[in-house]
């Protein structure tokens, strides 16, 4: 296999992976308007979770690696509890940090959390083998297949693309429901939703674990791909990354949220890859973190919805779908 | 039934003869040390358009925010025909048929008016995670029902022209409509209206006084805080005054404005 053929091949990966993150954090920022600073750290959870369950019984402490919950989890067990341990904990947070109180507290609260957990994972070595993370996590789909991740990229971008269709397609219906447009009546108006009868601590809940659990997932897609997991791959800052998609792309829809996905983490991140080096050694990646910066406060200034724009439900539309025959076709 | 006189609170006068829809107790509300209502009681008849006016900062909007569930109460009671809604989320009373406007527009600015009119009315169980991921056809044929009445009620108040608009690009007026439009998708027993007639053109006022009139005729209670004293003279079969959070007259317009105690209250 040629170098260009494994380096697309992860890329497509790192895109469906992508894509998940981008689709559940817009159900959750561009449909419900809960600004989930916090978001990396549910698919670190599932990444973890994924591992652990992978990896096997811990050798314990003085061996090279150390972690909680070690099992060997046949397929598809691991990606379950990858899904699991995102919603779990997406529940144990909303719980808390979405309790009655403005949408800027919840999100600094969010970000808190995610600050926190980097740092209790990072220093509680025998939770996740601390700063040094986990590697040699394997693939249990592949090895029913006696293939391994690294070495069939392209079975594997297939496998991760896959799973991100019917994610895609599962939250757009959902999105499209009357439970859908609750979440963007809550977005709009928090108050007036709660009047006109709808429960937004509920629908803030929900839509948290849904979205948690997707991170999971795409945690655990990531890890059984990459092999290795540790502090180094959850900054907050990815957060933003993914936040930087959406924004580019284009709140609330997910068309757009796609386009950006593939514009921002893909282009932004793995491109620079390939231009000469410049400067002392690292510029070049801090430079990215100023492009998605750049990106983010250039979209806001000038393009404010982003790429694609939410798209408007009209009433022929809308009823069209439910009412044959309508009123409304003949009226309007 | 005559009105008692109370120093504190001058009790409300009910209409004779029907049950009230809505029911209000010596409601208290207070924010840190202020007391914005101080005990106020109150009733509404269905069919009946009760009118709160006082001046500005007389708790009138606080107690809009007691009775709908926005603002808690430190003392007092809520009633709803027969169900004690004191403790109950604003969610909650809204299901039971206590629906409100708010006196800042609160459009659902990044949807339809249409979908602003049907999410109302699935404001309940049939929006529910639950009902459209385990009951698909249920959840179609009650989009489809939903779908008929928005479109009634959008002919009704003469709006069907701006079905497609999303409400942050409707007139402050037609932003007011949306709101009593969408609080009349549900089939509501009592309507809170804050200001509704803020930035709403004189022409339309006297049309939107009319089609009060005619959904309050359909049985359910209207109050209403106002600050237009022609409009609540119109609309209102009675009026409640307020000053420093407590009710200072009460009874039919032309008799409360000649009230001293409101004179005086309104020129302080």
Redesign the interface.
């Known amino acids: 296999m040629s170098a260009w053929s494994f380096y697309i091949g992860t890329l497509l990966i790192y895109f469906a992976v992508d894509a998940l993150s981008a689709i559940s954090l817009n159900l959750q920022f561009g449909y419900a308007g809960v600004v989930n600073f916090g978001y990396i750290v549910f698919q670190a959870a599932g990444a973890y979770a994924a591992a652990v369950v992978v990896l096997g019984k811990s050798a314990g402490p003085g061996s090279f690696q150390q972690y909680v919950f070690g099992a060997h989890l046949p397929f598809p067990l691991d990606l379950v509890v990858a899904t699991l341990a995102g919603a779990l904990l997406s529940l144990a947070v909303g719980l808390f940090s979405l309790r009655r109180m403005r949408r800027d507290y919840q999100a600094a609260m969010l970000l808190i959390v995610s600050l926190i957990a980097l740092q209790v994972v990072s220093a509680d070595v025998p939770l996740f083998n601390g700063a040094n993370g986990l590697t040699g996590v394997g693939w249990p789909l592949g090895q029913i297949f006696g293939l391994s991740a690294p070495a069939s990229p392209w079975v594997y971008a297939a496998w991760a693309v896959g799973i991100t269709i019917v994610v895609y397609v599962g939250v757009v219906w ?1 999105s499209r ?3 859908g ?2 979440l ?2 809550m ?3 928090e ?10 601590t509920a629908l803030r809940l ?1 839509v948290f674990v849904i979205g948690g659990a997707i991170a999971g997932l795409s945690g655990g897609l990531l890890v059984e791909y990459i092999g290795a997991w540790s502090p180094g791959a959850w900054g907050y800052a990815e957060t933003f990354v993914v936040f930087t998609a959406i924004f580019v792309g284009g709140v ?1 829809n997910y068309k757009g949220v796609l386009l950006g996905t593939l514009l921002v983490p893909i282009i932004f991140l793995e491109l620079p890859r390939f231009l000469p080096s410049i400067g002392y050694p690292g510029l070049t990646d801090s430079l990215q973190w100023v492009a998605i910066g750049l990106a983010w406060m250039l979209c806001l200034l000038f393009r404010p919805r982003g790429i694609i724009p ?1 798209r ?5 539309r ?2 069209a ?3 044959e025959p ?3 076709k003949e ?2 | 039934m005559g009105p008692e006189a109370s120093a504190a609170t001058p009790p409300f006068p009910m209409p004779a003869g029907s049950a009230p829809i809505l029911e209000v107790s010596e409601v208290a509300v207070g924010y840190g040390g202020v007391r914005a209502v101080d005990g106020v009681s109150l009733g509404i008849s269905p069919g009946e358009v009760l009118g709160v006016i006082g001046p500005n900062g007389a708790g009138k909007s606080s107690l809009l925010g007691a009775i709908g569930g926005q603002v808690r109460a430190s003392r007092g009671r809520v009633q709803l025909g027969d169900r004690d809604v004191t403790r109950m989320m604003p969610h909650q009373r809204a299901r039971l048929g206590l629906m409100r406007t708010f006196q800042t527009t609160s459009e659902f600015s990044r949807m339809t008016v249409f979908e602003n009119l049907v999410t109302s009315a699935e404001g309940n169980s049939g929006a529910s995670l639950a009902a459209v991921v385990l009951h698909p056809h249920r959840t179609a044929v009650r989009e489809r029902e939903v779908a008929e009445r928005a479109w009634s009620v959008l002919e009704r108040f003469e709006m069907t022209h701006t079905a497609d608009l999303y409400g942050r690009e409707l007139s402050g007026g037609q932003r007011r409509l949306v709101e009593i439009m969408r609080c009349l998708m549900r089939e509501p027993r009592v309507l809170l209206l804050d200001e509704p007639m803020v930035g709403v053109a004189p022409h339309l006022t006297g049309k939107l006084i009319d089609d009060l009139r005619g959904v309050a005729r359909e049985g359910l209670g209207i109050l209403i805080v106002e600050h237009a004293l022609e409009v609540v003279h119109r609309l209102c079969d009675r009026v409640v005054v307020m000053a420093f959070g407590k009710v200072i007259a009460a009874g039919a317009f032309e008799e409360v404005v000649k009230d001293p105690q409101v004179q005086s209250a309104y020129l302080s």
């Not at chain 1, 408007?312 to 022929?316: H, L, T």
């Open positions: 959902l429901s009357p439970w447009r609750s963007r009546a977005r709009d108006h108050d007036a939703a709660s009047a006109m009868g709808l429960n937004i929900q609330g939410e408007r439900a009209r009433a022929r809308l009823a779908t439910v009412l309508s009123p409304i009226g309007a």
